[in-house]
T-cell receptor, first 111, second 113 residues
Framework: QKEVEQDPGPLSVPEGAIVSLNCTYS??????FMWYRQYSRKGPELLMY????GNKEDGRFTAQVDKSSKYISLFIRDSQPSDSATYLC???????????FGTGTKLQVIP | DTGVSQDPRHKITKRGQNVTFRCDPI?????LYWYRQTLGQGPEFLTY????????KSRLLSDRFSAERPKGSFSTLEIQRTEQGDSAMYLC???????????FGQGTRLTVV
């Protein structure tokens, strides 16, 4: 079983829609969770990170962690064509802060 | 731009040749990571440096791969006797001490023909 499982999509939504991206993880050790955004042929860029259960909001983005079910989600409100990218969920654990990524979900927001 | 810099951006090489990639991390970031990403997959961890010390290597890093970070600044990743399966995007990231945030470079895309 992979440490982080993510539906690869692709996911296609109309502009203005609410997007829900989800991941599950298998290791229960104390850890941080992150969402990265990766545009085509670019390196990943960090969107949000959290280490506790509950919601964390930043503008149109909300990260949600449910440690009891080992489920992490990213919600995007009022989605824009510029949000079209691959979204990678990730966990960070251990003293070296090594990041373990999911496979990524490719999102397309259609104008 | 003071982000993580990787060179070259693209490399095409013949099977069996050696290649070397360079990564310049953000200044004063003591942690440096190398990842590999193939099409449709998330980045996979290869190796980690804290300052000049290489503290962790993935099983993905075969004997043909070697990484260095002399003086704890820039890092190089060398692949010897390249194989077609080595074709991928090689990403470098750096992180400051006591931070969970890793900053990625734009990557080096390797194509082995």
């Amino acid at each position: 079983q992979k440490e982080v499982e993510q539906d690869p999509g692709p996911l296609s939504v109309p502009e203005g829609a609410i997007v829900s991206l989800n991941c599950t993880y298998s290791n229960s050790a104390f850890q941080y969770f992150m969402w990265y955004r990766q545009y085509s042929r670019k390196g990943p860029e960090l969107l949000m990170y959290t280490y506790s259960s509950g919601n964390k909001e930043d503008g149109r983005f909300t990260a949600q962690v449910d440690k009891s079910s080992k489920y992490i989600s990213l919600f995007i409100r009022d989605s824009q064509p510029s949000d079209s990218a691959t979204y990678l969920c990730a966990r960070v654990a251990g003293g070296y802060q090594k990041v373990t990524f999911g496979t990524g979900t490719k999102l397309q927001v259609i104008p | 731009d003071t982000g993580v810099s990787q060179d070259p951006r693209h490399k095409i090489t013949k099977r069996g040749q050696n290649v070397t990639f360079r990564c310049d991390p953000i200044s004063e970031h003591n942690r440096l990571y190398w990842y590999r990403q193939t099409l449709g997959q998330g980045p996979e961890f290869l190796t980690y440096f804290q300052n000049e010390a290489q503290l962790e290597k993935s099983r993905l890093l075969s004997d043909r791969f070697s990484a260095e970070r002399p003086k704890g600044s820039f890092s190089t990743l060398e692949i010897q006797r390249t194989e077609q399966g080595d074709s991928a995007m090689y990403l470098c990231a750096s992180s400051p001490r006591d931070s969970t945030e890793a900053f990625f470079g734009q990557g080096t895309r390797l194509t082995v023909v």
